[in-house]
Structure formats: C-alpha cells, structure tokens
C-alpha cells in the first residue's frame, strides 16, 4: 500500500486561507461596531469575539463530525463519532482512499480548522440583526444552538455529501447557500422575536463611526480572498479565477451602490461604499470558482444594486434589523445562488458536471437548461426555511426562559454599561481636576487676572 504525502503547497495555501478567513470575523466586528450606535458598540463587537471562542471548541468536538463525517440519519447530519474531539487523526489525509491514501495531499487536521473559520463568521453574521438590545447570554445560548440545529448540519447537507447534495445537487463553491442565506434568514427569525429597538425607525440611528466601518470593510474584503479561493483547497487554475473574480465582482459591487446613492439621495457615502463591498463578497462567494469573470462582475454589479434597494425593506415590512444583516447577505446570497443556474459553466471547472465529484449542470445561458436554476432555489428555499423556523424558535424559548432582549431601560442608558460595565468612549478627565489635560501638562491655557489688592485704610477717600 503506497504510504500517504503531504502536498506542502497546497497545505500552506490552506493555512495561509485559514488565517485570512479567521481575520474576518474580528473584522466583522469592526464592521458591525462602526455601524452601530457608541452606547452599544462593545457589545456588538463581543458578539464576534465570543463566538470566536464558543464556535471553535463546538466545532472541535462534534461541529466538524457532524458537517463532513460519513452520512448519518438519512443524510441529515454526519457521523458524530468519526472526527469527535478526543480523537486523533494526524496522519489522516482529506479525501484519502484505500488506493490513494494521500487524498489531496491536504491533512485532515488543515482541512477541519479551514471550516472551522467558516462555522465561527457564519453564526457571528447574525449578531448584526439584533444589536443595542439581546442579553450577552442569550446571545451565546442562541449562537450554540443555532450552530449545533442548523449551521452543522446545512453545512453537511450543502458540502458534506448530505440529502440536499444528493437530490439536488446544488453548487456553492465557498458558502452563498450554507454560510449567507443561512445567516440572513436566521437574522429576520431571531430579529422578528425580539422586536424594534426603543425608538426605532422615528429616532435616527446612524454610524456611530465611519471609519470603523470602512476599515472592517477593508479587512473582510481582504480576508474574502482566504474565503473563496481557499475553498478551492489545492492551488490550480480554478483557485485563481475564484480570486480574479472575487475582485471584480466587489469592485462592481460597489459602484453599483454608489449609483443607487447617487440617483436616490444625491450623495454617494463611505458607508454605501463600504456596504456595497460586502454585498458583492456575498454574492459572488458561492459562484467564484464556476463562473467567467464577466459574469462575476455583472454579478457584482447586480447585488450592489439590488440590495442597496433592498436594505430599505425593513422601514416597508416593519422588522428591524439593525445592521441590514438580510437586505446585504441574505438577499446577496440568494442572487449568488441563482446566478449559478444561469452562468455556472463546466469549461470553466470541470467537477461541475463530473458525477464522481459535483454531478451539477451548465447554467441556461451554458447550454444545461433551466435544471440547474432549479436546482440553486430549491435548496436556497430549504435552508431559509429551516433556518428561520429554527432560529425563530430558539429565540422564543430563549426569550421565554432566561430572557434574551435586555430591559427599557438598559437599552436606553447603554447596553454596553448594562451587559459590560463598561464603554468604547471615556471622554471624562483623568482627575477631578477642572482643569483638564492641559493642567495634569503643566500647561497653562489662560491667564486669570492678577486680584486687585484693597488699598490700606490710610488711604481711603472719605465719604
């Protein structure tokens, strides 16, 4: 039996993804905590550090199992003993068979900490849709059994060889259906359940820093590179066209919501700007590597026009979600997945048609008809349902239980102070000194008039 070899460029390719998909997550936080008000910003951008910590043990002892483990419980979930964390497998190769132990050359352990970036952004993406009013607790309560419910196993049903993969075969190269959709309908599910922030839509509620929000937007549009073209996994010509692509299709996605801003206020923003980057990550992530990257930039240009619109849906329907968590990724992952029905093209990537690996179709405008279009919505359809009901249901029980949106008046003085005891911004003094910075310098800021001294009695004129 021929001994398993690691491929070292791949495997560095993988790390180095990894890393940059990891980055996202705080990067998100910057995103989201810029966006949001500056009484509840910590908050905000502890929900993306905690799930960090929550998501990435889970994912180790059972989260990996069950999204890529052998078929279990007629497709719905993996085997959960066959990765469980007290296992180890350091010599194990992803993809090995008997005949070719070396699998992709990539080790299994590479393999799992790569998705494991994955399962950490997606359930953090959530958090956008409930800021300035969920308890810390209920937040991590809910973000443990959104991903143990849905986020495992859509990710093993999309990816994993589960039911939907099987009688479906729907395509998502880096995570439009498991990772964004999932997310957006989550979002509305578990924001419906908590209602409209006090205030909201009369009081205006805008960023409380911008340039928070542009650097978050920078970093995620820089870690998105790990994101889609490290889901690839080896390094070819398929992984290169899912960078090109990405670049284009955010490029266009962004001037596509600088014209919705310029023809509907007059005004194009740095937050537009910022927002459009993001929409047109999502769209293009689950299409980038079967796509031409024509495609990819009208694809690009469509999402950052499209939801630009659509984030305005909230103020039509009465929901609020607070960061626009379903008018930029739930909508932008829905038109990245039905844009693979019309554009997927296996000249491009041949494990689109090839039943060993994808068994999909050409999109219409590449000769496969509309099967694959088909195809793209009806799992779409499957996880925004199952992913609303179930995050609809864990929030009301949460809400029900130990409580999940924080009171009145916490929300009003400050989540931050309420759930953190403490806040972003301490503008008072660093003494009781009225004098202030310039004074603990030894800096004087102005010269107070010399007293006048009272003349002797000597000297005093009469009356």
């Given at each position: 039996?021929p001994?398993?070899?690691?491929?070292t460029?791949h495997?560095?390719w993988?790390?180095v993804?990894t890393?940059?998909?990891?980055?996202?997550?705080p990067?998100l936080?910057l995103?989201?905590?810029?966006?949001n008000?500056?009484?509840?910003?910590?908050?905000?951008m502890?929900?993306?550090?905690?799930t960090?910590?929550?998501?990435?043990?889970l994912?180790?002892?059972?989260?990996?199992s069950a999204?890529f483990?052998?078929?279990?419980?007629?497709?719905?979930f993996?085997?959960l003993?066959?990765?469980?964390g007290?296992?180890t497998?350091?010599?194990?190769?992803?993809?090995a068979?008997?005949d070719?132990?070396?699998?992709?050359?990539?080790p299994t352990?590479?393999?799992?900490v790569?998705?494991?970036?994955?399962?950490?952004?997606?359930?953090?993406?959530?958090?956008?849709?409930i800021?300035?009013?969920?308890?810390?607790?209920?937040?991590?309560?809910?973000?443990?059994g959104?991903a143990?419910?849905v986020?495992?196993p859509?990710?093993?049903?999309?990816?994993g060889?589960?039911w939907?993969?099987q009688?479906?075969?729907p395509?998502?190269?880096?995570?439009?259906?498991?990772?964004h959709i999932?997310?957006g309908?989550?979002a509305l599910?578990?924001a419906?359940v908590l209602?409209?922030r006090?205030?909201?839509p009369?009081e205006?509620?805008k960023p409380?820093?911008?340039?928070?929000v542009a650097?978050g937007?920078?970093l995620?549009w820089?870690g998105?590179?790990?994101?889609?073209?490290?889901?690839?996994?080896?390094?070819?010509g398929?992984?290169?066209?899912?960078?090109?692509n990405?670049?284009?299709?955010?490029a266009?996605a962004?001037?596509?919501?600088v014209i919705?801003?310029?023809?509907r206020?007059?005004?194009?923003?740095?937050v537009?700007?910022?927002?459009g980057?993001?929409?047109?990550?999502?769209?293009?992530t689950p299409a980038?590597?079967f796509?031409?990257?024509?495609?990819?930039?009208?694809?690009?240009?469509?999402?950052g026009?499209?939801?630009?619109?659509?984030?305005?849906?909230?103020?039509?329907?009465?929901?609020?979600?607070?960061?626009?968590?379903?008018g930029?990724?739930?909508?932008g992952?829905?038109?990245g997945?039905?844009s693979?029905?019309?554009f997927?093209?296996?000249?491009?990537?041949?494990?689109?048609?090839?039943?060993?690996l994808?068994?999909a179709k050409?999109?219409?405008?590449?000769g496969?008809?509309?099967g694959q279009l088909?195809?793209?919505?009806?799992?779409s359809?499957?996880v925004?349902?199952?992913s609303?009901?179930?995050?609809?249901?864990?929030a009301?029980?949460i809400?029900?239980?130990?409580?999940?949106?924080?009171s009145?008046?916490?929300?009003?003085?400050?989540?931050d102070?309420?759930?953190?005891?403490?806040?972003?911004?301490?503008?008072t003094?660093?003494?009781?000194?009225s004098?202030?910075?310039?004074?603990l310098?030894?800096?004087?800021?102005?010269?107070?008039?010399?007293?006048?001294?009272e003349?002797?009695a000597?000297e005093?004129?009469?009356?």
């Amino acid at each position: 039996m021929p001994e398993a070899t690691i491929n070292t460029g791949h495997t560095a390719w993988l790390l180095v993804s990894t890393a940059l998909v990891l980055l996202m997550t705080p990067a998100l936080a910057l995103f989201y905590g810029g966006l949001n008000r500056n009484k509840g910003v910590l908050n905000m951008m502890m929900m993306s550090f905690s799930t960090i910590g929550l998501v990435s043990i889970l994912w180790l002892f059972y989260g990996f199992s069950a999204s890529f483990g052998a078929d279990s419980a007629g497709g719905l979930f993996g085997d959960l003993g066959q990765y469980f964390g007290s296992k180890t497998y350091i010599d194990q190769m992803w993809l090995a068979t008997t005949d070719n132990p070396s699998g992709n050359g990539i080790p299994t352990y590479v393999f799992m900490v790569f998705q494991m970036t994955f399962a950490v952004i997606t359930v953090a993406l959530i958090s956008g849709a409930i800021s300035d009013r969920a308890k810390f607790g209920g937040w991590l309560l809910f973000a443990f059994g959104w991903a143990t419910l849905v986020y495992f196993p859509v990710a093993h049903n999309v990816w994993g060889g589960g039911w939907i993969f099987q009688h479906l075969h729907p395509l998502d190269f880096a995570g439009g259906t498991a990772v964004h959709i999932n997310a957006g309908a989550a979002a509305l599910g578990v924001a419906l359940v908590l209602g409209k922030r006090v205030g909201w839509p009369r009081e205006s509620m805008k960023p409380h820093n911008v340039p928070f929000v542009a650097l978050g937007a920078g970093l995620l549009w820089f870690g998105w590179f790990g994101f889609n073209a490290g889901s690839e996994l080896t390094v070819d010509g398929v992984t290169g066209l899912a960078f090109v692509n990405t670049q284009v299709a955010t490029a266009a996605a962004v001037l596509g919501w600088v014209i919705v801003e310029w023809i509907r206020d007059r005004k194009p923003t740095l937050v537009g700007a910022s927002s459009g980057a993001v929409a047109g990550l999502v769209a293009i992530t689950p299409a980038c590597g079967f796509i031409d990257s024509w495609a990819a930039v009208l694809l690009g240009l469509v999402a950052g026009l499209v939801c630009a619109l659509a984030v305005s849906l909230k103020y039509r329907f009465g929901f609020d979600d607070s960061l626009d968590v379903v008018g930029v990724h739930f909508v932008g992952g829905w038109i990245g997945s039905l844009s693979l029905g019309l554009f997927a093209n296996d000249k491009l990537n041949s494990a689109i048609s090839d039943p060993a690996l994808l068994g999909a179709k050409n999109g219409l405008f590449f000769g496969g008809g509309a099967g694959q279009l088909g195809a793209q919505a009806g799992a779409s359809a499957i996880v925004t349902v199952y992913s609303f009901a179930v995050a609809f249901a864990l929030a009301f029980i949460i809400q029900k239980t130990i409580g999940f949106r924080v009171s009145t008046e916490a929300e009003v003085e400050g989540i931050d102070i309420a759930e953190h005891a403490e806040s972003a911004y301490d503008l008072t003094p660093g003494t009781g000194s009225s004098a202030g910075a310039f004074a603990l310098a030894g800096v004087a800021t102005s010269k107070a008039p010399a007293p006048v001294a009272e003349a002797p009695a000597s000297e005093k004129v009469a009356g």
